[in-house]
T-cell receptor, first 117, second 109 residues
Framework: GAVVSQHPSRVICKSGTSVKIECRSLDFQATTMFWYRQFPKQSLMLMATSNEGSKATYEQGVEKDKFLINHASLTLSTLTVTSAHPEDSSFYIC?????????????FGSGTRLTVV | QKEVEQNSGPLSVPEGAIASLNCTYSDRGSQSFFWYRQYSGKSPELIMSIYSNGDKEDGRFTAQLNKASQYVSLLIRDSQPSDSATYLCAVANFNKFYFGSGTKLNVKP
């Protein structure tokens, strides 16, 4: 089946620094990837939709200059949290759209736990 | 209005019972519907996908879709303690893929 690799799984960074999270589709080409953020005991909130070769589409309220998304190839999308602050500490998850023969499917990475100190 | 609505629960059922989880969505153009299970601190894992009206069964799980009512449900038969988790309904339409807030299910031994 479709596999999405996300790393790092955990990262601790100092306030004011930037952190890059990678999401790779290992056995399929992903023209569309999604980035989510999940705070404790809350649901996944869609941050942005990333399309290969074009600019990402951000959800309302998500700062595009703070959360930089790059989808330069059919197998890799990256999310960079710039000038991170403690309130950015969260669980970040990527998802890639694929086709399973019956219809579209969405495969998730294992998530990245970001802690900003 | 949220794109996808779910009762947050918790929903408690005894072992062996049927658990019924419900979800409504707002976008009539939605085309694909999914149920995911998520354990604390982990990524969601797909249980079932459904694309057309009616029922779809897979083992102990049955997904039901009613596009006219904009309603999706998941039935879990013979519930087991290992089914205890948060169940997320997700709805997709082209480049949008939204989750509900999830329903926490507790299956009591």
């Amino acid at each position: 089946g479709a596999v999405v690799s996300q790393h790092p799984s955990r990262v601790i960074c100092k306030s004011g620094t930037s952190v890059k999270i990678e999401c790779r589709s290992l056995d399929f080409q992903a023209t569309t990837m999604f980035w989510y953020r999940q705070f404790p005991k809350q649901s996944l909130m869609l941050m942005a939709t990333s399309n290969e070769g074009s600019k990402a589409t951000y959800e309302q309220g998500v700062e595009k200059d703070k959360f930089l998304i790059n989808h330069a190839s059919l197998t890799l999308s990256t999310l960079t949290v710039t000038s991170a602050h403690p309130e950015d500490s969260s669980f970040y998850i990527c998802s890639a759209r694929n086709w399973d023969g019956l219809g579209e499917g969405y495969t998730f990475g294992s998530g990245t736990r970001l802690t900003v100190v | 209005q949220k794109e996808v609505e779910q009762n947050s629960g918790p929903l408690s059922v005894p072992e062996g019972a049927i658990a019924s989880l419900n979800c409504t969505y707002s976008d009539r153009g939605s085309q694909s519907f999914f149920w995911y299970r998520q354990y604390s601190g982990k990524s969601p894992e797909l249980i079932m996908s459904i694309y057309s009206n009616g029922d779809k069964e897979d083992g102990r799980f049955t997904a039901q879709l009613n596009k006219a009512s904009q309603y999706v449900s998941l039935l879990i038969r013979d519930s087991q303690p290992s089914d205890s988790a948060t169940y997320l309904c997700a709805v997709a339409n082209f480049n949008k893929f939204y989750f509900g807030s999830g329903t926490k299910l507790n299956v009591k031994p």
